[in-house]
């Protein structure tokens, strides 16, 4: 088995390197001392195809296999020197996009991952909650069926990306009975949902042109469609 990178990956981390010095490493310096998020450098992003790399290419992706994906990754961090910004593209592609591409249903494929990829719309995955941490078995926002739809109440905490997301991917228990671990389901919230707010934005020692956010749900309404998968 050969583990050298091939001739083409070693090619595109050049490119991705070239790219960041060029583009993401001018006021990286500033945007991490003011906290700040920049959303034409996400835009640059999306269009040079790294915000989409490992979804196929019929969804809007590059369809770019794992290693070239993290040789991405690797590049936009040693050549662009934010490392906050690095967080927000990993969570975007990691736990913001790729989730729908691997379990969504055909229609929320194509109605999210074309913007999710051209950097039209900013991911992001709600698990972390004030009492819970990460631990999903303990989670205690809950998503309630009303009729054809989901009521969704409680609230989340450092949510990478979350004051600036389009669409989050909220977990939440949908059957208290079922036990640690089980009952437990993933919506797709879209920014602007009634019921739906942003708190502020934590401060941070570091990567602070990556928000993290505390997200509210206060009887949010989703219809069925939203649950993902």
Sequence with gaps: MDFLHTSEQLAFYDSVLAFAS????????????ESRFDHEVWSRLGEFGILGLPIPEEFGGSGADIVTTCL???????????????LSVGAHITIGTVPIWLHGT??????????????GSIGAMAITEPEAGSDA???????????????????????TNGSIADSVIVIA???????????VSAFIV?????????????????????????LHFDDCRLPHAQMLG
């Design 22 to 33: 060029d583009v993401v490493e001018p006021g990286a310096h500033d945007r991490d001392v």
């Design 72 to 86: 991405a990754l690797e590049a936009l961090a040693e050549g662009g020197l934010d490392g906050g910004l690095g």
């Design 106 to 119: 055909e229609e929320q494929k194509r109605r999210y991952l074309p913007r999710l990829c051209s950097g």
């Design 137 to 159: 078995g303990a989670i205690k926002c809950s998503a309630r069926r009303d009729g054809d739809d989901w009521v969704i109440n409680g609230s989340k905490i450092f949510i």
């Design 173 to 183: 228990v949908t059957d208290p009975d079922a036990g640690t671990g089980e009952g």
């Design 190 to 214: 879209e920014k602007g949902t009634p019921g739906f707010t942003v708190g502020r934005d934590l401060d941070k020692m570091g990567t602070r042109s990556s928000p993290l956010s505390l």
